[in-house]
């Protein structure tokens, strides 16, 4: 397609629809050597054609791949004067011979860039054509793109045709004019033309290009303060933190599905049964990025990997790195916590119980509502002994292996070093996993503070954000995920204090308490942060909607400060004083009401919170290790080698 025939085209696909006030198409020509000082501003085809027909073989055309609104007419413009964009202009040409070529050559070049870019630009190409010195692919976009998205665009298709040869890289600015096809090369003396116009044309999805983008900024900038948070612990974290993400891909971990090209569809690991995919993952040299769109979340390879496996972010990088075969160099700290973790997963409480505090049985009952175990154990001479504590006694390690040591005559062995109280904790989950209730289980009658902690937690303010529920002294005594409730000990028992109901309250009979209540303390990994904490039972424990409206604390290290209030059902507001000091001054001068604290005076306080740093409900990482085939992944090329350009669909 030639002379005017290719200049429609060319322009129907440039501006599809009528200008608006004040916008204009840019056309630059030179005097015949190719300094383009020269501009034209036009608005419509007609007026394009009638001034290539006076000057054509006279001078040099230049299209710009965009509308402009220019502020003085028949003057060049730059970047700042581009509104918007439907279709980008790809120079091709040899870059080490910049002569005359001749057309044969030029569809050898265009035919080399379908087989080495993504199917989804290979599919978008409206058409291509010779230029004389070289050749022009026109990729159509799927929708106008606003000055602020065009450069998005652009560093898109040039990462994706970067190691292209072809390709003159400094064609991939939105403000550089191309050869405006279907007029003469004043140069060359030779006339441009189409090649071939795609009718099936794909247009290249600028939307998910946007979405892209956006979730790898998002990321970017996560993993950048996950970095810095974390600098220290690795040696040289950014390197290998890159490597991670340039060597490994989500496929790597089993997340595979429909290839769209430079993205796959698949259906939601964390959203099942997900019938319709809707996790996406994004291809790049840099990275997989994964969006999932039922919750706008992005993750990266570390960020999927913590998420999928329920690992903090030192964990995910020390295993990942093992994956891809890169050294890591742990700090002094680090070894030390890798070695408590590890001890703990290879601790069996269990196995503890039967091997080493030689227990045959046990019954648990209730004696004044605080639990009380009958463990029946072996002795040395073979006898089946009894020993009875209680649990408020038994949460005591040392005196725990002391008594059955005293009962047995075998010293237990030790607990894994440096993490006693973490493996004893286990070891009491455990024995009321193991123990079964006493026929009269309840020895007296159900303690009444048990209904008023029931009312307490009901009554508490919840959220469903973890950044304000893992604040240093929060508010928020309950953490909504779906439809589970959890419960803080720590801020459960800082309401309790304050409560007359609870004389004599402390971690241990909170706990006991919770126990009482059907709740199981459990180790829950949201929003990056590993804790532990209570799950409630199934029931109804969000009576009061105590939900936030104000701004959330989103745990820069910094301090924030906001007013924190709720009203409960009874009508009071409640407070929480997050100093010590404080909460002293609160029991001494303030009325207490049904578990509510009310200022005399009647005026909320506010309150100020710092951010969390090491909180008490933190939890120890588990390590699991989990299987992968490492699999390179790479975008669709095209393989056949065929010098006729029909089976391109251009």
């Known amino acids: ?75 060049r413009t730059g970047y700042t004067e581009i509104k918007r964009q439907k279709a980008i202009l790809i120079d091709i040409e040899d870059p080490e011979s910049h002569t005359l070529k001749k057309p044969e050559e030029v569809r050898h070049y265009i035919i080399e860039f379908a087989k080495s870019v993504p199917e989804s630009i290979r599919k978008a190409v409206k058409f291509s054509a010779y230029t004389g010195g070289g050749g022009l692919i026109c990729i159509e976009l799927s929708r106008w793109v606003e000055r602020g998205e065009i450069e998005i665009v652009y560093d898109w298709l040039r990462e994706r045709v970067k190691d292209f040869r072809y390709v003159d890289k400094s064609s991939l600015n939105p403000a550089q004019a191309q050869r405006l096809i279907g007029t003469i090369n004043a140069k060359y003396k030779v006339e441009t033309f189409i090649f071939k116009l795609n009718e099936n044309c794909e247009s290249l999805d600028v939307d998910a290009i946007i979405t892209e983008f956006n979730a790898r900024q998002n ?133 503890y119980i039967t091997e080493e505090l030689k227990i045959r049985s046990a019954i648990r009952y209730r004696i004044n509502g605080e639990y009380h175990f009958d463990f029946f154990v072996e002795n040395r001479e073979g006898e089946v002994v009894k020993l009875s504590e209680s649990l408020f006694k038994l949460q005591e390690w040392r005196y725990s292996l002391r008594l059955f040591g005293a009962h047995t005559g075998y010293k237990p062995a030790p607990l894994p070093a440096k993490a006693q109280e973490e493996a004893w904790e286990l070891v009491i989950d455990a024995l009321f996993e193991v123990s079964e209730k006493d026929e009269e289980f309840d020895k007296s009658e159900l303690p009444w503070e048990l209904e008023e902690l029931q009312r307490v937690i009901r009554e508490a303010p919840a959220t469903d954000i973890m950044d304000d529920f893992v604040l240093s002294k929060s508010r928020y005594v309950k953490l909504v995920v779906g439809d589970t409730v959890y419960v803080s000990l720590t801020a459960l028992l800082r309401r309790l204090k304050i409560n007359p109901t609870f004389e004599r309250i402390n971690l241990k009979k909170v706990s006991q308490l919770l126990r009482e209540l059907g709740a199981k303390p459990e180790r829950i990994y949201v929003d990056g942060y590993r804790i532990r904490a209570w799950r409630l039972p199934e029931g109804d424990w969000r009576v009061v909607d105590t939900m936030d409206t ?18 409960g059902a009874d009508g009071f507001v409640d407070t929480m004083d997050t100093i010590e000091e404080d909460e002293k001054k609160v029991m001494k001068k303030n009325s207490i009401e049904n578990g509510c604290v009310v200022s005399t005076s009647g005026h909320i306080q506010n309150v100020e919170t710092q951010a969390f740093e090491i909180g008490m409900d933190t939890m120890d990482s588990m390590d699991t290790t989990t299987g992968g085939q490492s699999v390179q992944r790479g975008d669709k090329k095209v393989d056949e080698d065929d010098d006729d350009l029909s089976w391109l669909n251009f």
């Open 550 to 567: 104000t701004g959330h604390y989103k745990g820069d290290g910094s301090v924030h400060k906001e007013s924190l209030e709720t009203r």
């Open 219 to 351: 990321v970017e900038i996560e993993r950048h303060a996950e970095i810095e948070r974390h600098k220290g612990k690795i040696k040289n974290i950014e390197e290998i933190v890159r490597e991670i993400k340039k060597r490994i891909k989500f496929k790597d971990l089993g997340l595979e599905g429909e290839d769209y090209g430079y993205y796959e569809r698949i259906s939601c690991p964390f959203h099942p049964p997900d019938r319709t995919p809707s996790f996406v993952i994004y291809h790049n040299g840099d990275g997989d990025v994964g969006v999932d769109f039922h919750t706008g979340e992005a993750h990266d390879i570390i960020g999927i990997y913590q998420k999928l496996y329920e690992k903090d972010f030192i964990t995910a990088v020390r295993e990942l790195a093992q994956r891809a075969g890169i050294k890591v160099v742990l700090s002094s700290e680090e070894k030390k916590k890798l070695q408590k973790e590890q001890a703990l997963a290879d601790f069996d409480p269990h196995a």
């Open 1 to 75: 397609m030639k002379g005017e025939q290719a200049i429609k085209i060319l322009w129907q696909t440039l501006f599809p629809v009528k200008f608006a006030k004040g916008e204009y198409a840019e056309v630059i020509y030179d005097d015949g050597d190719r300094h383009f000082k020269y501009a034209l501003h036009i608005e419509t085809l007609e007026e394009l054609e009638e001034f290539i027909r006076e000057y054509n073989e006279k001078v040099n055309f230049a299209i710009c791949p965009n509308t402009r609104e220019p502020k003085r007419l028949a003057k």
